[in-house]
């Protein structure tokens, strides 16, 4: 069965300091990987998915299949990163995919950025 | 292009009672999900439809269902309340199936007593 761990309910860091949240997987086949994020008062929106292999604001994630990890990074936190960040895995539409159309979550890591 | 939306947003029940939550998808978008979110369990798959049919469907007793209409709206309804259906639905549209970004709602908050 698919599932997505994020072993930190709770991370802390200052202003300017690198920050990864951790992001490991189990699957069978090739799911795509997303990281979700909510902001206070704000709905959960998309931060980044694996396959566009985009930086959105200053975050990167690199997926590796070796050790199913997905881990979120930035070189240097901004107060306004303090949210709540989801791990996510989907499966793409192929013949005979039972998950297909099913997303799994993590259970989230609430980042704070202290000044 | 106006985001996904969810009616009622709050939502007062009692045990035993039925309720059907809203869900109004970003226009073109074919695909909704529907999550359950609680501090405990973090957001829990609760079904996916497309095209009026339901796709997937997640861990859920058969008091939970749902349905799609012809212009992609779904509902979803829940019977006979428990207070552990206390919870935030949340409603995610997207432009197809499988591993395609997507777009949430607010959320219905439900409390059940």
């Known amino acids: 069965a698919q599932r997505v761990t994020q072993p930190e309910k709770l991370l802390s860091v200052f202003k300017g300091a690198p920050v990864e949240l951790k992001c490991n997987y189990s699957?069978?086949?090739?799911?795509?990987l997303f990281w979700y994020v909510q902001y206070s008062r704000q709905r959960l929106q998309l931060l980044l998915r694996?396959?566009s292999r985009e930086s959105i604001k200053g975050f990167t994630a690199d997926l590796n299949k070796g050790e199913t990890s997905f881990h979120l990074k930035k070189p240097f936190a901004q107060e306004e990163d303090s949210a709540m960040y989801y791990c996510?895995?989907?499966?793409?539409?192929?013949?005979?995919?039972?998950?297909?159309?099913?997303?799994?979550f993590g259970d989230g890591t609430t980042l704070t950025v202290k000044p | 292009k106006a985001g996904v939306t969810q009616t009622p947003r709050y939502l007062i029940k009692t045990r035993g009672q039925q309720v059907t939550l809203s869900c109004s998808p970003i226009?073109?978008?074919?695909?909704v999900s529907w999550y359950q979110q609680t501090p405990g369990q973090g957001l829990q798959f609760l079904f996916e439809?497309?095209?009026?049919?339901?796709?997937n469907k997640g861990n859920f007793p058969g008091r939970f269902s749902g349905r799609q209409f012809s212009n992609s709206r779904s509902e979803m309804n829940v019977s006979t309340l428990e207070l552990g259906d206390s919870a935030l639905y949340l409603c995610?549209?997207?432009?197809?199936?499988?591993?395609?970004?997507?777009?949430f709602g607010p959320g219905t908050r439900l409390l059940v007593l």
């Open positions: 439809y497309f095209s009026e049919t339901q796709r």
């Open positions: 699957y069978s086949g090739s799911p795509e």
């Open positions: 226009s073109g978008h074919r695909s």
């Open positions: 995610a549209s997207s432009k197809g199936r499988g591993a395609e970004t997507q777009y």
């Open positions: 694996h396959i």
């Open positions: 996510a895995l989907s499966y793409p539409i192929t013949y005979n995919n039972t998950n297909a159309g099913k997303s799994t």
